[in-house]
């Protein structure tokens, strides 16, 4: 959106790019050698450092909670879907088709070759709801990106979000300390996004309290933080499961730490002394080059790579990934974007169209 490249929010552009440069570097680095799906080509040297750049997603959710935050200012829910929709829908779908052409040109053992109603589900943003895979193995943190915007929306169109936000994330916290400790329901933690919700409503309240910052929101920061740590915990042994390694116990929940900790520094202190353009156009980057590296990545290890080049293999895949992500960004978003805001305006509906007051 326009107005999250105002110029305090520049940090936050370079930031994402930057996580998504170690979730890049935590698929490449550390599971590609584990999990085989790089054709038994791998960088086992840097696990032992990149086996903690999970933590990058940690740092999107975080973003993500204020970014939405800002974005839902002075909007109607209305408003609000579409510039979500125009947002994701078309850089999602193209990406999506990329990584489809490439897994049939170049199969990846271990991962299925795309179908046709797997490629058609991809057009509903979230494929399991037609009963079908994710292209990517990526796409599981857009399908909770998703569900939170919906919370969102369905708080702006009963017109609670802006006057009863401090509720709702008091609410979100003890429903999701409550189901991972007690409840142990699998549709109360998607619905909910209780593993992570913690990143996401500390994003959130942290924009709130740069705004105004006072007893309540130190207090909603210092809870939305302590559930973040205590949830990195809840999650970890899915790592263990997935990939037999166990992180030091204080490690874990230092990425918790320090993701919130990363965001709370890109968003109070002055913009980095980098051209906005640069800035805004780095950050631009990071949603396809997500979307794109993981499984194109595998791919292209897999046909391409030895032991002995894998390096060189490397660097010009991230150079390709980084050349692709520029043309959607900037040759793809931009007018489907506008087109979709432009028809959007045919179908807006009055009871999801009233502005509410901050």
Known sequence: MQRTTAPRLYNLDLLRLVSAATVLCFHYGFRMAIS??????????????????????????????????LSAEGRSAFDFAVGRFARLWPTFVVCATVTALVLLAWPVPGIPRPTLPQWLAQFVLISRLAGQPFMDGAYWTIAYEIIFYSWVFLLLAAGW??????????????????????????????????????????GLVLFHARQRFDRRAAALLALALAWGVASTYVVEP????????????????????????????????PALPIRPALAYGLGALTYPLYLLHQHIGYAVFTR??????????????????????????????????????????????PVFSRRHPA
């Open 238 to 269: 899915r790592m263990v499961e997935q990939y037999g390694v166990h992180r030091a116990f204080w490690g874990v929940g230092l990425t918790g730490i320090a993701a919130t900790g990363l965001v709370t520094l890109a968003a109070v202190l």
């Open 36 to 69: 085989g799906e790089g054709g038994g080509v791998g960088f086992p040297e840097l696990a032992p450092v990149t086996m903690w750049f999970d933590a990058g997603l940690l740092v999107f959710f975080v973003i993500s909670g204020y970014v939405i935050a």
């Open 161 to 202: 979000f802006h006057k009863g936000w401090r509720i709702a994330v008091l609410a979100w916290l003890a429903i999701s300390a409550g189901n991972e400790f007690f409840l142990h329901s699998e549709a109360v933690t998607k619905l909910f996004i209780t593993e992570y919700s913690g990143f996401f409503a500390f």
């Open 304 to 349: 391409f790579a030895t032991p002995q080049n894998r390096w060189l293999v490397a660097g010009l895949l991230v150079a390709a990934l980084l050349l692709a992500a520029w043309l959607i960004a900037t040759l793809v978003e931009p007018p489907a974007r506008r087109a979709i805001v432009t028809a959007s305006r045919r179908l807006k509906l």
